[in-house]
């Protein structure tokens, strides 16, 4: 058993090694008491599993690669455990290959395998993660945080060889992670200020506490505790529930002789039950008595509410869309010591309204203007609502701007926090809550712009906090105001991914993320890494050779029709131009269509060259052109990157022309083709190319090469098709016309194929 991972506070987070069959039975066992008698089980303990499908896994590239399962971990779980199983083929490719699995609270986890760089002004935490070497492996999280939780797994990074499917044996690795908890059906309760006496003896006894909506601060204390009638406290309080990737639990141990206890938590999170553990450190049998007891502090907000809007007049509220801020009544009777009719404020709050634009998209802004007042005596604190559960799979921009005139010798701090704001800003500007590190911003003189990117938020309600100082003279910022202009969006891709990337929407079953497929050699979250990008004369030189290798159909197309294939000729024109990846191309048709073409007329070359060879009776030729094309249009509409799609009737096709080489060899006693010249000069210069466009197609592309190889695969494919191509029958012309009517049209004769025709 070994440790994965570290956290502040009590969370307990093991991973082990372990069967099955015995973690089931662990589980399935009865836990211990909460309190009281340690020889009898707690009935109020009840477990629970939650499956999903299995996934198979793919090697990393982007994190679309990653496969991703989600879980809801219900409220009052006092264990979590993830049983991660992890199943092989049986094939010689199937070898130990090391896993990689990543856990998240509140929103998927942000990864990076390839150590790519991040955007300028993200800000990323470690993840959490697991490697696996072994075919089964458990993770237990005592306390864990209700709500969502993400497990992501891949295989190590991708070679970036492009295999053709089914040609080259590969091993699948099947992974499913089922979620087994602990939880307790009925927890006590407590009341602020009202004691809560518990008696612990070798088991914990679990309660909680409901904080409401602008709680400004919660003292936990313990009072008149006792150990077996004697003075002193051996009592460890654990507060709050365990989160990855990081854990923000505290942890209180009363250990002194003292009777009281107690434990301050500024800015809890808003609007929720906050777990409290107590366990008792004496030795077994000895009881611990004591009374629990939870004080709140409220913290009083004044807000810009729809009632300031409606006593505003127009030209009030055309001042407050040049962002200058309208005298309303509740401006004016706001002093500068935070107070409204003796009342003390402790924020004051701007409310935003929050506009669903697309999936995963949301726009907001504040409701009655575009600034945002910011003062020294409070914070001005602005609530952004991401919890309805869809809005973790994008990426949290926050910009905000500053009239450099208007901040001479100040500065604005900001704090951007999940689950409470900032309610106390001090000259560290260490920017956490209770339970949350948030993310510090600041706006001066120097620096009038500042901006964040947050990508997956979590699930949660989240706040901006800004407030005005003056680290050098404080009593200037007595009677300053400043207005700071934000922007906050939450979109799917940061810059749609840029001109390197595409922004793909991913799907989990209901839940909904969104991912950047970059190309060209970026990389990164955002395609933004340009560390292994193309130059631009790489990219115009790789274009070029993909456009200009498809020129060399014009050697086969003009043989073709030199000598009366004119079928033959269509489909080479056909893959020629499909094969062209050049703007005007793109511009009519999307790149799947444009895609599924050019592998319908590269497999269709084949066949109809092929064919050709065989020298068939005319009829019986096209109408097996006719058949091979539908076949082909129908495997590539299954899978178009399957081997046995194009090489089965590419191989019925040689399989035919090798008969019908065969049957003239025996009827004319002789070899055939007879000429060793055309074996020699045409035969095996076309069949050595065409084994070569395979084996390149096949074994030596990958996603650096692919403008190079791909190229030579065209050439090598038209090249082929130009030397195979029979000859035309000698002593015979391709078209003669036997007599001509009256009416001006003329009967003519094809004397190899006995077929009439009027021109």
């Given at each position: 058993?070994?440790r ?12 082990a090694v372990a069967?099955p ?17 340690g020889?009898?089980?707690?009935a ?7 499956l ?8 990393y ?5 990653a496969?991703?399962f ?9 264990l979590?455990r ?11 490719t199937c070898t130990?290959m ?29 993840s959490?993660l ?8 458990s ?12 497990v992501?797994?891949?295989l ?10 089914g ?23 407590l ?12 088991h ?18 313990l009072?008149g ?8 406290c ?42 409290v553990?107590?366990?008792?450190l ?12 939870a004080?709140?502090?409220?913290c ?5 509410n729809?009632q ?9 509220s ?6 200058l ?11 500068r010591?935070g ?48 919890n ?45 809550t ?22 997956y938020?979590?699930?949660?309600n ?11 003279r404080p ?10 202009e ?34 060209a050699?970026?990389?990164?979250w955002?395609c933004?890494d ?12 790789a ?9 060399v159909?014009?050697a086969p ?18 893959t020629?131009?499909?094969?062209t ?6 511009c ?36 097996l ?9 129908m495997?590539?509409q ?9 090489m ?12 019908m080489w ?49 190229s ?22 391709p078209?003669?016309?036997s ?13 190899r ?5 009027v021109?």
């Amino acid at each position: 058993m070994r440790r994965a991972g570290t956290g502040t506070g009590g969370a307990a987070v093991v991973v082990a090694v372990a069967v099955p069959l015995l973690l089931l039975l662990l589980l399935a066992r009865s836990p211990p008491a909460a309190a009281g008698d340690g020889k009898k089980s707690d009935a109020r303990l009840v477990s629970e599993q939650f499956l999903q499908a299995p996934q198979k896994l793919a090697f990393y590239s982007w994190y679309g690669s990653a496969r991703l399962f989600h879980f809801r971990v219900p409220p009052d779980t006092v264990l979590l455990r993830w049983l991660l199983q992890v199943s092989r083929g049986s094939g010689p490719t199937c070898t130990n290959m090391e896993i990689t699995v990543y856990f998240r609270y509140g929103a998927p986890p942000v990864i990076n395998p390839l150590g790519t760089s991040f955007p300028d002004n993200t800000s990323v935490q470690p993840s959490f993660l697991l490697k696996m070497l072994h075919s089964n492996a458990s993770v237990n999280i005592s306390h864990p945080a209700p709500g969502d939780w993400f497990v992501a797994a891949h295989l190590p990074p991708s070679s970036h060889k492009i295999e053709v499917k089914g040609f080259v044996p590969t091993c699948a690795y099947i992974f499913q992670p089922d979620m087994l908890v602990v939880r307790v059906v009925e927890v006590s309760i407590l009341e602020p200020d009202v004691p809560f006496p518990q008696t612990l003896l070798s088991h914990p006894s679990y309660l909680k506490v409901f904080i409401p909506e602008y709680t400004q601060e919660l003292r936990l204390e313990l009072q008149g505790c006792a150990s077996n009638g004697s003075l002193g406290c051996p009592v460890r309080l654990t507060v709050g529930s365990a989160t990855l990737p990081g854990n923000f639990q505290k942890v209180l141990t009363c250990s002194g002789p003292t009777q009281a206890c107690r434990l301050l938590l500024p800015s809890p999170p808003w609007d929720r039950w906050l777990q409290v553990t107590a366990k008792s450190l004496a030795g077994p049998r000895v009881s611990v008595a004591f009374s629990a007891v939870a004080a709140l502090t409220a913290c009083r907000p004044w807000s810009v509410n729809f009632q300031h809007l409606l006593q505003s007049s127009p030209n009030q509220s055309s001042n407050a869309s040049t962002g200058l801020l309208p005298p309303t009544p509740s401006y004016q009777d706001l002093d500068r010591r935070g107070r409204v009719g003796g009342g003390p404020f402790c924020l004051r709050s701007f409310p935003v309204l929050r506009e669903d634009v697309d999936v995963v998209s949301v726009r907001f802004q504040p409701l009655d203007r575009v600034s945002v007042l910011v003062q020294s005596d409070m914070p001005s604190v602005m609530r952004l609502n991401l919890n309805t559960g869809m809005d973790s799979g994008g990426s949290l921009t926050i910009s905000m701007r500053v009239n450099k005139t208007a901040i001479a010798n100040t500065s604005v701090v900001a704090c951007v926090t999940a689950a409470s704001p900032l309610l106390s800003f001090n000259a560290s500007l260490s920017c956490t809550t209770a339970f949350f590190q948030g993310h510090p911003l600041s706006l001066s003189a120097s620096s009038p712009t500042a901006n964040l990117i947050i990508p997956y938020p979590e699930t949660d309600n989240w706040y901006l906090s800004l407030q005005l100082m003056c680290p050098e003279r404080p009593e200037e910022c007595e009677q300053a105001s400043v207005l700071v202009e934000t922007t906050l969006y939450l979109v799917p891709c940061l810059n749609d991914c840029g001109p390197y990337g595409q922004c793909l929407l991913l799907r989990r079953h209901g839940y909904l993320y969104a991912g950047c497929s970059c190309k060209a050699g970026w990389r990164g979250w955002s395609c933004t890494d340009n560390s292994t990008a193309q130059t631009a004369a790489q990219q115009k030189a790789a274009a070029l050779l993909l456009t200009l290798s498809n020129l060399v159909f014009l050697a086969p197309i003009a043989i073709s029709v030199h000598r009366s294939l004119l079928v033959e000729a269509s489909v080479y024109a056909y893959t020629m131009f499909f094969s062209t990846p050049g703007e005007a191309v793109l511009c009519i048709l999307n790149y799947d269509t444009l895609q599924y073409c050019d592998f319908l007329g590269s497999g269709v070359s084949i066949w109809v060259t092929i064919l050709c060879m065989a020298r068939l009776k005319a009829a019986l030729k096209y109408v097996l052109f006719l058949l091979g094309a539908l076949v082909f249009a129908m495997s590539l509409q299954l899978d178009r990157r399957a081997a046995w799609n194009t090489m089965g009737p590419c191989l019925f096709a040689i399989v035919v022309m090798v008969t019908m080489w065969v049957y003239r060899c025996g009827r004319r006693r002789h070899c055939y083709p007879p000429s060793w010249q055309r074996w020699v000069f045409y035969l095996l210069p076309g069949i050595s190319m065409a084994a070569v466009a395979i084996t390149i197609y096949t074994s030596m592309m990958t996603s650096d090469n692919y403008y190079y190889t791909h190229s030579i695969w065209h050439m090598l494919l038209a090249g082929s098709a130009a030397f195979l191509l029979p000859p035309r029958e000698q002593h015979t012309k391709p078209w003669a016309c036997s007599q001509k009517l009256t009416c001006h049209y003329e009967i003519c004769k094809n004397h190899r194929d006995e077929l009439y025709t009027v021109t």
